[in-house]
């Protein structure tokens, strides 16, 4: 049994995760900012009142945790604002800003507040998107988005340099486009599929390969 923790637990992909991870027998820990239904009734640890965008909260997690010990840690919380050129001032402008502290600078801050519950073997994966990737970029547009998982790819690879001496690998994945609240609903995967993707590549994520960038489905993909 391994000791799971992910963030954004409460719907979406970090729910499906929780759960599929609950069923194969893994101890899990779910952390959000408010819980749900769905969330409460899988077998699951819940810390709620973690906003992953506040270092406060993540500090209070780090202290709730206190004598655990982490094989896997899931940076799955996110935020998606909607943006475009010319129209980067006022309420959207704080949208980016959010966006980059929220996806961006958040998985590295939950990372570094639990590094002393990861031991050697342990296996960090980040939640990430292809709209992070510069080369991919064929339509424009979603500034802050963009940024900022392009700014997370760059802090799960530099954490994967980090780490690697410590013997703690890192995954940088992309889930697909899932159907979810985040999206309006829109999407062409299901929670639990790009679940079980992110799942088999947390499975077989090795020293060897830590780093990379990869799609749900197992192809990497360009930065």
């Known amino acids: 049994m391994a000791n799971c923790l992910v963030t954004g637990?409460?719907?979406g992909i970090g729910l499906a995760l929780c759960k599929l991870?609950?069923?194969?027998?893994?101890?899990?820990?779910?952390?959000?900012?408010n819980s749900s239904p769905e969330l409460d009734a899988l077998d699951v640890r819940v810390e709620q009142g973690i906003d992953v965008g506040d270092p406060e909260d993540i500090e209070r997690l780090a202290q709730n945790?206190?004598?655990?010990?982490?094989?896997?840690?899931?940076?799955n919380a996110g935020v998606m604002r909607r943006d475009a050129l010319g129209k980067l001032h006022g309420e959207t402008l704080e949208g980016v800003y959010l966006q980059l502290r929220v996806n961006a600078?958040?998985?590295?801050?939950?990372?570094?507040?639990?590094?002393?519950?990861?031991?050697?073997?342990?296996?960090?994966g980040i939640v990430s998107s292809r709209m992070g990737s510069i080369e991919d970029n064929?339509?424009?547009?979603?500034?802050?988005?963009?940024?900022?998982?392009?700014a997370v790819n760059a802090a799960g690879k530099s954490l994967a340099m980090d780490l690697k001496e410590r013997g703690i690998a890192v995954a940088i994945l992309h889930p697909g486009y899932v159907r979810t609240d985040m999206v309006g609903g829109?999407?062409?995967?299901?929670?639990?599929t790009a679940a079980?993707?992110?799942?088999?590549?947390?499975?077989?994520?090795?020293?060897?390969?830590?780093?990379?960038?990869?799609?749900?489905?197992?192809?990497?993909?360009?930065?």
């Not at 992110?198 to 192809?219: N, P, Q, S, V, Y």
């Open 9 to 11: 637990g409460n719907r």
């Open 21 to 33: 991870l609950a069923e194969r027998g893994e101890r899990v820990i779910a952390t959000c900012r």
């Open 65 to 75: 945790l206190a004598g655990e010990r982490l094989d896997w840690v899931i940076n």
């Open 105 to 124: 600078v958040g998985p590295l801050l939950v990372t570094q507040a639990l590094l002393d519950k990861l031991q050697k073997g342990a296996k960090i």
């Open 138 to 150: 064929t339509s424009g547009g979603s500034y802050g988005y963009r940024m900022s998982k392009a």
């Open 186 to 192: 829109g999407g062409d995967v299901e929670p639990e």
């Open 196 to 223: 079980a993707g992110l799942i088999a590549r947390m499975d077989e994520l090795r020293l060897e390969t830590t780093g990379r960038f990869w799609h749900a489905k197992g192809e990497p993909l360009p930065w």
